[in-house]
Nanobody, 123 residues
Framework: QVQLKESGGELVQAGDSLRLSCAVS????????MGWFRQAPGKEREIVAS????????YYKDSVKDRFIISRDNAKNTVSLQMDNLKPEDTAVYYC????????????????WGQGTQVTVSS
């Protein structure tokens, strides 16, 4: 089992940047893919970005491709999400997730979740 703890969410203005971090503990070697999801009020949870443990291959939701960057530091057991040029529609609770199956794809399924961190972007 993997434990995940997000940090870095806060209230910012449109156009600002923010960096989210996810501390990973437990059986980290079993996390083949790490991802960031978000859930806005009244909407379903959606994947924002993901990255493989080996090779660092990445995936991004279309609407964030030119603004967000996912990265991981396997030595420090952290996964980060750099978010630039934030927009009000980026407002959501952001969740870190881990996939332990070797057959998982870049979009899941994910089987370990953090508690989430709130990102609010004012216009």
């Amino acid at each position: 089992q993997v434990q995940l703890k997000e940090s870095g969410g806060e209230l910012v203005q449109a156009g600002d940047s923010l960096r989210l971090s996810c501390a990973v503990s437990g059986r980290t070697f079993s996390s083949y893919v790490m991802g960031w999801f978000r859930q806005a009020p009244g909407k379903e949870r959606e994947i924002v970005a993901s990255i493989t443990y080996i090779g660092g291959r990445t995936y991004y939701k279309d609407s964030v491709k030119d603004r967000f960057i996912i990265s991981r530091d396997n030595a420090k057991n952290t996964v980060s999400l750099q978010m630039d040029n934030l927009k009000p529609e980026d407002t959501a609770v952001y969740y870190c997730a881990a996939a332990s199956s070797p057959t998982t794809t870049m979009t899941g399924p994910f089987d370990s979740w953090g508690q989430g961190t709130q990102v609010t972007v004012s216009s």
